[in-house]
């Protein structure tokens, strides 16, 4: 067939292959290929960039969950820290009333223990003054029974005649 002026075989397969590669680069211009495979990268080019806007608006979405649960968690660091700061101010305060509380009922027990012992002491000095008065008297009528039978008729004579001076 056509040789070309070259001996060598493996020289003219390729050029014949060249050949061939040209035809065929030639048909899939003419046929238009290479419009297909521009639009089919145009749409993989469109479709990515869809996923890179898609990527970039849940980004932002993202980003605006992660700040505003940073802010809600900040809003709560701060509500819990006044929650503890109230119930420890409420705990000082209920301590200190507790305290004042105890201090008063202490008082009032403390008073109504020297109340009692006073009005016990005083019960008792009383009975004391009474039962000494009973023995007072007692003693005063046995020593009087004594001296009125030893000495009864010159008492009794005695005050006769102090009544008949005084009434002279």
């Known amino acids: 067939m056509w040789d070309f002026g070259f001996n060598d075989a493996s020289t003219g397969a390729t050029i014949w292959a060249t050949i061939a590669l040209v035809i065929f680069i030639g048909l899939l211009i003419y046929l238009g290929v290479h419009k297909t495979i521009a639009k089919m990268l145009d749409e993989r080019i469109r479709k990515i960039e869809l996923d ?56 009032r027990r403390e008073k109504s223990v020297t109340d009692k012992i006073a009005q016990a002491e005083a019960q008792a000095i009383a009975e004391v003054r009474a039962r000494s008065a009973d023995l007072a008297v007692e003693a005063a009528r046995v020593v009087l029974t004594r001296q009125m039978a030893t000495k009864g008729g010159a008492l009794v004579d005695q005050s006769i005649k102090d009544v008949a001076s005084k009434l002279n």
């Open 52 to 107: 890179l806007a898609e990527a970039e608006q849940l980004r932002k979405e993202a980003k605006a969950l992660l700040d505003d649960y940073a802010r809600r968690r900040e809003e709560a660091e701060k509500e819990a820290q006044s929650i503890v700061d109230a119930a420890r101010e409420e705990a000082f305060r209920l301590t200190a009333e507790a305290k004042d509380s105890l201090e008063a009922m202490v008082a």
